[in-house]
């Protein structure tokens, strides 16, 4: 076989969804951090619905992201591969079929304008037949349903910080 004829993997681009929130980059990075529980949209977005009593980000690297229940049940999203605050933090994603990965970036325009970008990428990992299969949202990788989330998600965090003040959090 020659190097023309060698056929390569198709690349599985990553998820890019970014908003832009009038806020400074520290107020937006710590609303996501510390009230992710109270405007992260549980239903559908999480595994268990109606019974998670709240979410946890634990500040630090190897920390876990996870929800926990009503009953004490706790399920984990994932860990912090990156942790620099205010500015990103990349975590391990492992709601999906096999681990992704996802990083949020905090950049600051202006004193009180941020752009959040959040990237889920790594979907080389899973097949053609979990790339399909639906998520939360209907559509999975390939029909869109991830890429609808993270719009769903990103405007539920704008909507966050823009009613919230930085005195709020300290």
Do not use: N
């Amino acid at each position: 076989m020659t190097d023309t004829a060698r056929v390569l993997p198709l690349r599985r681009p990553p998820i890019r969804r970014s908003t832009l929130v009038r806020s400074s980059a520290d107020h937006t990075f710590r609303v996501f951090v510390d009230t992710i529980g109270t405007w992260w949209p549980l239903q559908p977005y999480s595994a268990g619905k109606e019974r998670v009593d709240e979410v946890t980000v634990e500040p630090r690297v190897d920390g876990r992201v996870f929800e926990t229940w009503h009953d004490g049940t706790e399920v984990e999203w994932g860990r912090l591969l990156a942790w620099e605050p205010p500015h990103r933090l990349v975590m391990s994603w492992t709601p999906t079929p096999a681990p992704t990965e996802v990083e949020l970036t905090f950049a600051a325009l202006a004193p009180a304008l941020t752009r959040v970008t959040v990237e889920h990428r790594g979907w080389e990992s899973l097949s053609e037949e979990q790339l399909a299969r639906d998520c939360a949202t209907p559509g999975g990788y390939v029909g869109g349903g991830f890429t609808r989330g993270w719009t769903t998600i990103l405007g539920r965090l704008t909507a966050a910080v823009e009613q919230t003040t930085p005195e709020e959090h300290r």
